[in-house]
């Protein structure tokens, strides 16, 4: 009788495995409609391990990977002594502790703005705002059924420097508004959105753009400024400098 003793090695779940290196799916500069907004919400369990501190808890998917973007309601701001030395402050009718929470205002507005009209945002706003609570529920009240599979289109940046015990700095969605708009409802371009970078730009023309096959221009741009700066170049530590870079910013294209 023929034996039919199976004579492969037994694997039990090991076996040949290659690594092969999984690529970011978070580039500098548009990441054209594979990121969604999946949380935004009102917590008072915002702080370390779920310490009660209030926040705006929201989180973002880039094809699927999550990236948290919590915000924290303004305690305190930054302004300069007589002396010109930087101090703390905590008095709400400071001008430097207003502009911060109109800088917080903006950026939570705009992502919002990217599902809702801005007259109708501008509406729901219209009232006494009693506490961070109130305007973040506001806020999130607006949101349309189903918003979490909206495609959006979310600009990415380089943090400005090394923080913690990091080697390098990472990409992130930026922090404020201050250099442009960073979140949009995904824009279908005709035939896919062609990178332009203009070298040696002045520091307020526009220096970073996206454009299309029908010479639509996407409403992410950036400054010579801008792509002068740390957002647009990954710092690393001296230890790392050989180390092979990753997605570059101000480096590619021309003159459009």
């Known amino acids: 009788m023929e034996n039919n003793k199976n004579t492969n090695p037994a694997q039990e779940g090991y076996g040949f495995e ?3 290196a999984k690529e970011s799916s978070f580039i500098f500069g548009l990441n054209a409609g594979n990121v969604r907004l999946t949380k935004f919400s009102f917590t008072k369990t915002g702080g ?10 929201i989180m973002f998917t880039i094809e699927g990977n999550e ?17 010109g030395t930087q101090i703390e402050v905590t008095d709400p009718q400071h001008p430097n502790f207003i502009a911060a929470k109109r800088e917080l205002s ?8 990217c599902f809702v009209e801005k007259s109708e945002i501008q509406a729901a706003l219209a009232v006494q705002i009693q506490s961070f609570e109130h305007f973040a529920g506001i806020l999130s009240s607006l949101l349309p059924k ?4 909206i495609p959006l289109d979310g600009f990415g940046q380089w943090q400005w420097s090394i923080g913690g015990e990091a080697k390098v ?3 992130e969605f930026p922090k404020n508004m201050k250099h442009g708009r960073w979140l949009n409802k995904a824009i279908a371009p005709k035939d896919k959105w062609e990178k332009q970078a203009k070298l040696n730009a ?7 753009r996206y454009v299309d096959a029908d010479g639509i221009v996407h409403p992410f741009s950036r400054n010579g400024w801008y792509m002068e700066s740390n957002f647009a170049t990954q710092q690393k530590e001296a230890s790392s400098a050989g180390a092979s ?9 021309g003159d459009w």
Request: charged content about 25%.
């Open 48 to 57: 370390k391990d779920g310490a009660a501190v209030d926040a705006m808890d």
């Open 67 to 83: 990236r948290g973007y919590r915000k924290f309601p303004i305690t305190k701001a930054f302004a300069k002594d007589d002396t």
């Open 245 to 253: 870079a990753m997605q570059g910013g101000a480096s590619e294209g």
């Open 169 to 171: 700095t990472y990409l």
């Open 106 to 113: 903006s950026v939570l507005v705009h992502i919002v703005g």
């Open 146 to 149: 189903g918003f979490e599979e």
């Open 18 to 20: 290659e690594h092969v």
């Open 202 to 208: 002045s520091t307020s023309e526009v220096a970073l």
